[in-house]
């Protein structure tokens, strides 16, 4: 029987960080998501709207003016001032900091509170895609993280969301308590629990036995147990999220386009959407999905044409012969990884999956491109749906998480984000497509649907930003 005073959900792994400002992979995201505010949000429809900022207003092309929520405090009873939007603007786009969300706010030159109280920020240029950007701004406590410092923010956060953090068992779960004074919609359940499950089976039996609410990150023949059995259901949807294989261009081999192309060439997309993912997933020519701003129709990306790959492979003779590293972690899906190893197995390459944990894993697709893995396996996610937040995080080389050092790529990417003209930045993202089409950094592989599984009585429908929104939960009467 289900806690009425209790949710309980089971993640793949614990969070990497609960500071966030500092990582927005989906096991972070779907916690600190509920202990945090941020700038603006987005409704179930997928519309952007207020959160903190209660509304904006364009001063020229280049600045812009949000009006900031009276009567918010912090979880330590502090209130939420527009000192602490500046600061927390200030914090996340200080590249000393570090936050690997740096790429998505670099546009933004200066946060300043203005004489009638609100926040002001300036762009270096008009940035189309800001206020799909500030969805994700999180706003924090300027007192409480200068006075503990970073470390001990990420162990014990404080925000001004809907729940407060209550307890962090390393290794084991989250755990969230309701905020009663919360501004907003108060949550209907006092408590939750986020638990770190990493085999999927395991998932699927803590919600049919009823140990859990809601368990993420379901494969579809889990998805078709779930339909069998009693009291729960699979729900899915189709996500912003693009699966992807980054490649490394500046390791050996992988350093001449024809290997990469190659292995492009390699790659079944159909196969792995209907043979392994059941039909729920989209196969995509293009590093966005429809649901982005940025997509451009007819795009098709590299075909399957596993001769022309080893005809390429031939051409390089004995450079093309090395083993090559492929980075993965358990939250993502191991039968396309292995899939995709097999598939480059087929036409000649010799490939090495190394599974490590996620925070690793992270790590070393963030590193110096020179000493990181030859491949990793992607799913990328901006939930800003602007191409903007995947393009140029994954391609520019000012960001953490590209390999590519291409200066004329960067002005393209520059570009896209500057002007406010949407048949220019279409114009300019059809030449991005164009150059992963040719260069091939990256493989777009499909358009991910989110699939999970839920107490039938569970009142919650998923959304493409694949959010967890506690406060917008209950139970069905």
Same mark, same amino acid.
């Given at each position: 029987?289900?806690d009425a005073e $209790?949710l309980?959900?089971? $993640?793949?792994n614990e969070?990497s ?8 992979n989906?096991?972070?995201y779907?916690?600190y998501?509920n202990i945090f ?6 409704d179930d429809?997928?519309? @952007?709207v207020p959160?903190i ?6 001063l /020229?092309?280049t600045?812009?003016?949000?009006t900031?929520?009276?009567g918010?405090?912090f979880?330590d009873?502090?209130p939420?001032?527009?000192e602490d939007v500046v600061y ?5 786009t200080n590249p000393?900091f570090?936050s690997?969300?740096?790429?998505q706010?670099s546009?933004i030159t200066?946060?300043?509170v203005?004489?009638?109280g609100r ?7 008009p ?7 500030l969805?994700?701004l999180?706003i924090v406590p300027?007192?409480i ?5 970073q470390?001990?923010?990420n162990?014990n956060p404080v925000g ?6 209550a307890g962090?068992?390393?290794?084991v779960?989250?755990?969230?308590e309701r ?13 939750a629990?986020f638990?770190a499950v990493?085999?999927? /089976? ?5 919600l049919?036995s009823?140990?859990s ?5 379901l494969?579809?023949?889990l998805?078709m147990?779930?339909e069998?059995a ?6 899915t949807?189709?996500t912003?999220r693009?699966? %992807?294989?980054?490649?490394?261009p500046?390791?050996p081999g992988?350093?001449d386009?024809?290997?990469r192309?190659? @292995? ?6 159909e196969?792995?959407?209907e043979g392994?993912?059941g039909g ?5 020519g293009q590093?966005?999905?429809p649901a982005?701003?940025g997509?451009?129709?007819?795009v098709e990306?590299?075909?399957?044409d596993?001769e022309?790959?080893?005809?390429? &492979?031939?051409?390089m003779g004995?450079a ?13 899906d191991q039968?396309i990884?292995?899939?995709l ?8 390459l010799?490939?090495? @999956? ?7 894993? $992270?790590?070393k697709v963030?590193?110096?491109?020179a000493?990181?893995?030859?491949l990793?396996?992607g799913r ?7 191409a903007?937040?995947? $393009?140029h995080p994954?391609?520019h080389s000012g960001s953490?998480w590209?390999?590519?050092?291409e ?10 984000r ?5 048949g220019e930045r279409l ?7 164009? %150059? ?5 950094p &990256? ?7 989110i699939i999970y ?7 919650w429908?998923p ?12 139970w069905?009467?």
């Open positions: 029987m289900a $209790l309980t959900v089971d $993640l793949v969070p960080s609960l500071d966030p400002h500092m990582q927005w989906p096991d972070s779907y916690v998501r505010d941020n700038l603006l949000t987005r429809e997928g519309e @952007i959160q900022a209660t509304e904006w207003e364009y /020229s092309d600045e812009i003016a949000f900031i929520r009276e918010v405090t979880h009873g502090s939420l001032t527009a927390s603007v200030e914090r996340i000393d570090g690997p969300q740096l790429s706010f546009t200066a946060a300043e203005m004489d009638d926040v002001k920020l300036t762009t270096s240029a940035y189309p895609a800001l206020l799909a950007q969805v994700k999180s300027q007192a993280v200068e006075e503990v410092g470390e001990a923010f162990l001004s969301g809907p729940y407060r953090f962090w068992d390393r290794g779960e989250v755990r969230l905020n009663d004074e919360y501004w907003g919609e108060v949550g209907d359940f006092p408590a629990v638990r990493p085999d999927a /089976s395991t998932r699927v039996a803590n049919v009823g140990a609410d809601l368990v993420v990150s494969d579809p023949d998805a147990q779930l069998t009693d009291g729960v259901e699979p729900r949807a189709l912003e693009v699966g %992807y294989l980054k490649l490394n500046q390791k992988l350093d386009p024809r290997m192309r190659a @292995i492009a060439h390699a790659i079944d997309r196969l792995i959407v392994l993912l729920y997933d989209q196969p995509v590093m966005l999905t982005h701003v997509w451009v129709e007819g990306g590299v075909p399957y596993p022309a790959a080893r005809a390429l &492979l031939d051409e004995d093309a012969d090395r083993t090559l590293s492929f980075a993965t972690a358990p939250v993502f039968r990884v292995q899939a190893q097999q598939m480059l197995t087929d036409v000649g010799d490939v090495e @999956i190394e599974m490590t944990d996620m925070s690793t894993y $992270l790590a963030r590193g110096e491109p000493q990181g893995p030859d990793s396996f990328w996610s901006c939930a800003c749906q602007d903007d937040g995947v $393009l994954l391609l953490s590209s390999a590519v050092r200066p004329e790529l960067d002005v393209i990417l520059d570009a896209a500057a002007t406010l003209d949407e114009s300019e993202y059809a030449k991005v497509h164009e %150059y992963v089409a040719q260069e091939v &990256l493989v777009p592989l499909y358009q991910a649907a599984g839920a107490d039938e009585r569970l009142e429908t959304t493409p930003n694949e959010s967890l929104f506690i406060n917008r939960m209950d069905a009467e």
